[in-house]
C-alpha cells in the first residue's frame, strides 16, 4: 500500500489504484497519511474534518468516516483504532510527503558536505515524487501550505547544486523567479544560470530588475549577496566546488585516448609542475573516481584514508584502506605524489596487490617506479592548442580579445605550458600581446640560456611566477608572501587576520590569478605558493590564529552547532597540523596546548594515527609533568605509557578527550579497586558534558558489574538528558545504545537503536552507522530473522566500505546464526571461520573474537545434539 497526498489524495494497493470515496474520507486519509505511524488524537481529527461547527456526536461521525476508509482501502488493519486516536500503520516510506522529506534532507546533508552530485540526484528524485499542489482535492489549506513550503525550499536548493554543476535550466530558473519576485537567493541563481550559459548580459541585465524592484516593492537596496553575485558574474568569475573544472579544458585529446586505451591498472601522468597532469587526470578519471590531494600532506596512507571518510583505528591504515577497497571496482586518483612519492609508491603497490578491481591514476614529476606502472608523459601543449588555451582564458579576463602574432610567440616562449600561458593570459587586461611577448623576452634570457644543471621546465615556470610577482603592487606582494603560509587555502576571516590586508587587495590577487577563490576559500596553486613563501612567513600568526579557532571550536564540538564546526575544522585540517608542526620547532609549549584543543575533534574524526607522528615529535621537546596537556599528548604518541599518567592526574578536567583516552586504555573502572583522584575530582565536575558521561559510564558498569537494571535506566536517561540538552549527538547515540541494551521490551530497543543510528548518521560517523547497524541486526534477531539478516548485510557491506574488520567478523556471526536456525550448519560453520580470519589485536577485537567463540561452540554442541 502507498498513499499519495503530493498532488490529488490516492492510496495505490498492488492492484492498482484504489477510489478512496469522498472528500471527507480522502481528508481523513490524508490527516493520517502526514503522520504516518503515529496516533493522531481524535479531537484533532475531528476539528480538521468538521471546522468549528461538528456534529452533535462528532466521534460516532468519525468512526463512521473511519469505516468508509477501511472498506475502500480494502484492509482495516491498516487504520488502527487507539484509545487516544486512531493510526496509519504504514512504514513511513510508503507515504509520498515522508519519502519525499527524506530524500530532501538527505539532498540538503549532501550538499552541506560539499557534494553537489549526490544532492542534485536526491533533490531531483525527490521532487520527481510530486503530481501537482499538494492535497489538491482536500480542504487541509494550513499543511498544504507547509508541504508547498517545503517544496519551494527543496527546489531552491535543487537549482543551488545544478548551479554548483554548471547544469542549471535558465527557463526553470526564470519561472520559479515569476512565481517568487521579491526572492533575492532565486534572483541570484537566475544570474548565475545565465552566466554559466554564456549570457552575461541577461545576467546583468537581470540584476538591474531586481535592483529596480527591491527599490519599488520595498524600498531597499539588493542585499550583499546578491551585489556579491553581480560583482563576480562583472568579473568573469565562476562559481564550482574543487576540484571540479572552474574553466574550459582545450586539447590534450591524444592523451586522452592514450589513457583510455591503457589496460594497466596503474597509470602515472609524469611531466613539469604546471604542465596541466591534474587537469587531465580530472578528465581522465570515472565521475566516481576518489580524489586524494597530496599536495598538503606527509601521510599517504592517512590522506587516502581522509578521503575515503575512514577513521583510524588500531589496524594499520594500509590494512584499513584494503578492507575498505578490496570489494569495490573504482578509480583512486593520486594526485602531487612527487615528494612522497615513495610513501605513495609503497601504498599503490599494496593496494594494488590486494585489492583486484581497483584501478590508480596518480599526478607525479616522476614515477612511482613499481612494477606494473604505465607511464603516461603530459608534454607542452601543441602550438595551436597553446594559442587556442591562451585565448580562451584572454577572453575571460578581456571579451574583446583577438588573437594575433604575438599570441604565438608569447605561447612558444613559454614552451607550451598551461599555467604559464594562463598566467600570461590573464594580463590582457591591461597589457596588449605585444607588450606581453617584450616582457617574456627581458625575462626569460637568463633563465632558459643559462644554468644548464637545473630542470628547464622547472626555470621556465618559475620564471613565469616571478614575472607575475613583478608586476604586483606592495600591498599585493605581501599578501601573497602572507597567504602563502597557509597550507590548506585559507577563509577570509583568516586571511584578514593572519595576513593583515583587506579583501580589496585579496580580489585584486584573485584577478591577477595568482589566488583561486571557491566556496569561501581562497587558494593558490601550489607552485606559486611555494614561489611566494620564499618571500615572506608569517607562521607565528597564523599558528596563533588557528591556535585561538581550536580553542574556540573545541566546546562547540560537544554542543547543538556541532555539526557546523565539525565541518568547519575538516576544512582547516592542514592548517591545523601545519600550526603543530611550527609551534613544535618553535614554541613548544604553546604546541602542547594546541594538541590538547584539537584532541577531541582528532578523536570523532578519527585523526589520531595521522597526528601520532607529530605527536611523538613534541614529546620529545616538552618536560614530563603531571599535567592534563602532558597526559593528552602521552595518549595521542604513546599510548603504551599513559596508563600510569592517568594515576598522577588530580584534575580538573578540561580536555574530555582524557576521559575517553582514559576509558580506551584502562578499561571499564573496577569498583573493587582503590579510587583515584582524577575519579574523585570528575565525579564533582558540574560541566553538563562530563556528567553526561560519568552517568553513561557509571550506568555500563551499574549494569555489568552490581546488575541493577532499574539504576542503570534511571542513570542512562538522566545522561541522555543532559546529551540531547547540549544537542550532542555522540554522547546521545552512546547512550542510547546502552539504554536499548538495557530494556527488557525488544520493539523498545530497535526504536532506540533506531534513534542512536539517526544522531550518528548526523554526524556522518560511518564506522558507528556500521556498528549499531550490526547491533540493530542482533536486537531483531528473534523478532523478524529476515529483517535481521538484511541488517547483518547492511552492516557488513557498511563495515567493508569503513575497513572495519571486528564488525565484519560479528555481522558474519549473525549471519552464521540465522544459517544455523535454517539448518544449514555448513554455511553457519564457513562463515563462522571467515569471521576469525577477520579478527586481530585490540580490545575490540577480542570482545568480538569471544563471541565468535561462544557461537561456534554453540554450533559444535547442536551437530552432538
Known amino acids: 500500500m502507498h498513499v499519495g497526498i503530493l498532488g490529488p489524495v490516492e492510496a495505490h494497493s498492488p492492484h492498482g489504484k484504489i477510489a478512496v470515496g469522498g472528500p471527507r474520507p480522502r481528508t481523513l486519509l490524508a490527516l493520517l497519511a502526514m503522520r504516518v505511524g503515529e496516533i493522531v488524537p481524535l479531537d484533532r481529527l475531528i476539528d480538521e474534518l468538521y471546522g468549528s461547527e461538528p456534529p452533535s456526536d462528532a466521534a460516532n461521525a468519525l ?15 491498516l487504520i488502527e483504532f487507539h484509545p487516544a486516536g486512531y493510526r496509519l500503520a504504514l512504514a513511513a516510506e510508503r507515504v509520498d510527503a515522508h519519502r519525499f522529506a527524506s530524500l530532501a534532507a538527505e539532498g540538503r546533508k549532501a550538499w552541506e558536505r560539499g557534494d553537489p552530485q549526490a544532492a542534485e540526484s536526491l533533490l531531483s528524485e525527490a521532487l520527481g515524487l ?45 519561472d520559479l523567479v515569476r512565481q517568487n519576485p521579491l526572492d533575492e537567493r532565486l534572483r541570484g541563481y537566475l544570474m548565475q544560470a545565465l552566466n554559466q550559459d554564456g549570457r552575461q548580459a541577461e545576467a546583468l541585465q537581470a540584476f538591474e530588475d531586481a535592483r529596480t524592484l527591491l527599490a519599488d516593492e520595498l524600498g531597499t537596496d539588493p542585499s550583499p549577496e546578491l551585489r556579491a553575485v553581480h560583482l563576480q558574474i562583472l568579473r568573469g568569475q565562476t562559481h564550482r566546488e574543487p576540484p571540479a573544472q572552474l574553466t574550459s579544458f582545450v586539447g590534450r585529446q591524444e592523451e586522452l585516448r592514450r589513457i583510455a586505451s591503457l589496460t594497466s591498472r596503474l597509470v602515472t601522468l609524469t611531466g613539469p609542475g ?9 578528465r581522465a578519471a570515472p565521475p566516481s573516481a576518489i580524489f586524494v590531494d597530496l ?39 593520486l594526485d602531487n605524489c612527487e615528494h612522497v612519492v615513495v610513501q605513495a609508491a609503497h601504498l ?17 614529476r616522476e614515477p612511482l617506479g613499481i612494477t606494473g606502472e604505465t607511464l603516461c608523459p603530459v608534454p607542452p601543449l601543441r602550438p595551436e592548442q597553446s594559442v587556442a588555451l591562451f585565448a580562451d582564458r584572454a577572453r575571460l579576463v578581456n571579451p574583446a580579445f583577438a588573437q594575433d602574432r604575438h599570441t604565438a610567440d608569447i605561447c612558444r616562449e613559454l614552451d607550451g605550458l598551461p599555467l604559464a600561458i594562463e598566467l600570461a593570459a590573464a594580463r590582457t587586461r591591461t597589457l596588449t600581446t605585444k607588450e606581453i611577448a617584450e616582457r617574456l623576452n627581458d625575462r626569460f634570457r637568463l633563465l632558459t640560456k643559462g644554468n644548464r644543471a637545473a630542470a628547464p621546465r622547472h626555470q621556465t615556470l618559475r620564471a613565469v611566477v616571478e614575472w607575475s610577482w613583478d ?17 590548506g587555502g585559507a577563509a577570509l576571516e583568516a586571511v584578514e587576520q593572519v595576513c593583515g590586508h583587506d579583501v580589496e587587495v585579496l580580489d585584486a590577487l584573485v584577478d591577477k590569478s595568482l589566488v583561486e577563490a571557491a566556496d569561501g576559500r581562497y587558494r593558490m596553486l601550489e607552485t606559486i605558493r611555494e614561489f611566494c613563501s620564499q618571500h615572506k612567513r608569517v607562521d607565528a600568526e597564523h599558528a596563533a590564529y588557528f591556535h585561538a579557532l581550536a580553542r574556540r571550536a573545541d566546546p562547540e564540538l560537544r554542543q547543538r552547532n556541532q555539526v557546523e564546526w565539525f565541518t568547519r575544522m575538516t576544512a582547516e585540517h592542514a592548517n591545523f597540523l601545519q600550526a603543530v608542526e611550527w609551534t613544535t620547532e618553535h614554541a613548544p609549549t604553546q604546541a602542547l596546548r594546541l594538541v590538547s584543543d584539537l584532541a577531541w575533534y582528532w578523536y570523532v574524526k578519527g585523526s589520531r594515527t595521522e597526528v601520532q607522528g607529530l605527536a611523538q615529535k613534541l614529546l620529545e621537546r616538552v618536560p614530563d609533568e603531571p599535567t592534563e596537556e602532558y597526559t593528552v599528548l602521552l595518549a595521542l604518541a604513546a599510548p603504551e605509557r599513559v596508563r600510569d599518567k592517568f594515576l598522577e592526574l588530580r584534575g580538573p ?28 575530582e570528575v565525579e564533582s565536575s558540574d560541566d553538563p558534558w562530563i556528567r553526561g558521561l560519568i552517568g553513561f559510564s557509571n550506568s555500563y558498569t551499574g549494569w555489568t558489574v552490581r546488575g541493577d537494571r532499574a539504576l542503570a535506566i534511571e542513570q542512562s536517561r538522566e545522561a541522555l538528558r543532559r546529551f540531547q540538552e547540549l544537542g550532542e549527538r555522540w554522547g546521545a547515540a552512546q547512550v542510547l545504545d546502552v539504554l536499548a541494551d538495557l530494556t527488557e521490551d525488544p520493539h523498545e530497543a530497535l526504536a532506540l537503536t533506531d534513534e542512536a543510528l539517526r544522531a550518528v548518521a548526523e554526524l556522518g560517523a560511518r564506522e558507528e552507522l556500521a556498528e549499531l547497524r550490526g547491533r540493530r541486526a542482533d536486537r531483531l534477531l528473534d523478532i523478524d530473522q529476515d529483517q535481521a539478516e538484511r541488517d547483518y548485510h547492511q552492516a557488513l557491506d557498511l563495515a567493508t566500505q569503513a575497513g572495519l574488520a571486528a564488525t565484519r567478523a560479528l555481522a558474519n556471526t549473525g549471519l552464521a546464526k540465522i544459517a544455523q536456525r535454517r539448518g544449514d550448519l555448513p554455511r553457519a560453520e564457513a562463515l563462522l571461520r571467515e569471521a576469525q580470519q577477520e579478527l586481530g589485536f585490540g580490545w575490540m577485537h577480542a570482545a568480538a573474537q569471544e563471541q565468535v567463540e561462544d557461537a561456534l561452540s554453540e554450533l559444535v554442541r547442536s551437530r552432538e545434539a
Do not use: N, Y
Request: hydrophobic share 45%; aromatic share 2%; glycine share 6%.
Open 348 to 364: 599503490a603497490q599494496h593496494l594494488l596487490s590486494t585489492c583486484p578491481s581497483l584501478r590508480i591514476l596518480a599526478t607525479s
Open 471 to 487: 608586476l604586483l603592487s606592495e600591498d599585493e606582494r605581501d599578501l601573497a608572501a602572507a597567504l602563502a603560509t597557509f597550507s
Open 130 to 174: 510530486w503530481r501537482g499542489p499538494a492535497l489538491a482535492d482536500v480542504a487541509a489549506a494550513d499543511h498544504a501550505t507547509r508541504l508547498e513550503q517545503q517544496r519551494s525550499a527543496a527546489t531552491s536548493a535543487l537549482v543551488a547544486a545544478r548551479i554548483r554543476l554548471g547544469k542549471a535550466d535558465v527557463r526553470e530558473v526564470q
Open 63 to 77: 468512526q463512521g468516516q473511519v469505516s468508509r476508509l477501511r472498506r475502500a482501502l480494502g484492509d482495516p488493519s
Open 653 to 680: 578536567i578540561g580536555q574530555p578527550f582524557v576521559l575517553i583516552a582514559w576509558a580506551m586504555m584502562v578499561g571499564p573502572p573496577d569498583p573493587s579497586a582503590p579510587r583515584t583522584a582524577l575519579q574523585d
Open 295 to 333: 599536495a598538503p600532506v606527509k601521510d599517504v596512507a592517512a590522506a587516502t584514508l581522509l578521503a575515503l571518510g575512514l577513521k583510524e583505528t588500531v589496524l594499520e591504515p594500509e590494512v584499513r584502506l584494503t578492507l575498505a577497497l578490496r570489494e569495490r571496482d573504482t578509480t583512486l586518483i
Open 274 to 282: 604546471g604542465a596541466g597532469k591534474t587537469r587531465l587526470a580530472l
